[in-house]
């Protein structure tokens, strides 16, 4: 099945060379997108020189930084029309662990519609994180599956491998979450249709190279968009606007 890599980026550039070296180790036969917002540090310059060394390779340059969900759904989109069947999403900055790859996709060869990396399932860790930190995510994760009725342990989790079929029936263009949220929204977006979403322990490393891009902003629109999702689809029920039809 045709395998396609996803990785966004913006002010990568210490990490996007290692990133691309230890991806292609871990799936050799997979294609890679470089998503770059037009990093001033030279991020996408670096991962084109790469690319032409280690091949199967695709840098898509945007001509500027509009936010995590605008760089997958662009990503996204360009794979599904390029018929790719399986996609990975997964940050640039070394969090998540590459070889874990082979993992997620072995989870959708099982039969999973979506697999997750996830950090809240037994095996699943985050070393070195401060206790501040760690509570506001855990919580914020659980906050989000009771409103939503999603049943995920780690609905934020940027690391996912999807059957392209899925993607297509949730409409990943139609959404609209720009930071973070963009993971819940999918997220939440799956349950609503029932698809198959299977959790796969990961240890969440920190990033040693490198800023975050997590703002008190980016937290407040994933607070905002759960809460009004949640009280949305109580009031006015019924199918998804945005659901597509399954592909036969």
Not at 48 to 63: D, M, N, Y
Not at 133 to 142: E, W
Not at 144 to 168: H, P, Q
Request: charged share 25%.
């Amino acid at each position: 099945m045709r395998t396609l890599v996803i990785t966004p980026t913006f002010q990568e550039a210490e990490n996007i060379e290692q990133f691309l070296r230890r991806a292609r180790e871990a799936v050799p036969d997979a294609d890679i997108m470089v998503v770059d917002d037009s990093s001033p540090d030279g991020t996408g310059a670096i991962a084109e020189r790469v690319a032409t060394e280690l091949g199967q390779i695709k840098v898509h340059h945007r001509p500027s930084k509009e936010g995590l969900g605008e760089a997958y759904r662009d990503g996204f989109s360009l794979a599904l029309d390029q018929g790719y069947e399986r996609l990975v999403q997964i940050d640039a900055d070394l969090s998540h662990d590459p070889s874990v790859i082979p993992q997620l996709l072995a989870r959708l060869d099982e039969g999973a519609d979506v697999a997750v990396g996830s950090r809240y399932v037994p095996g699943g860790s985050i070393p070195h994180w401060p206790w501040f930190r760690r509570a506001l995510s855990r919580y914020g994760n659980r906050y989000a599956c009771f409103v939503l009725g999603i049943k995920l342990r780690d609905a934020t989790s940027g690391y996912r491998a999807y059957r392209a079929d899925t993607l297509r029936e949730i409409d990943l263009g139609s959404t609209r979450a720009k930071g973070y949220g963009f993971q819940i929204e999918t997220g939440y977006r799956l349950h609503r249709v029932g698809g198959k979403v299977v959790e796969v322990p990961i240890t969440f490393t920190d990033r040693v190279r490198g800023y975050s891009k997590m703002t008190w902003g980016i937290f407040a629109e994933e607070l905002l968009l759960v809460t009004w999702w949640g009280i949305r689809d109580r009031v006015f029920r019924g199918k998804p606007k945005w659901r597509q039809p399954t592909a036969t």
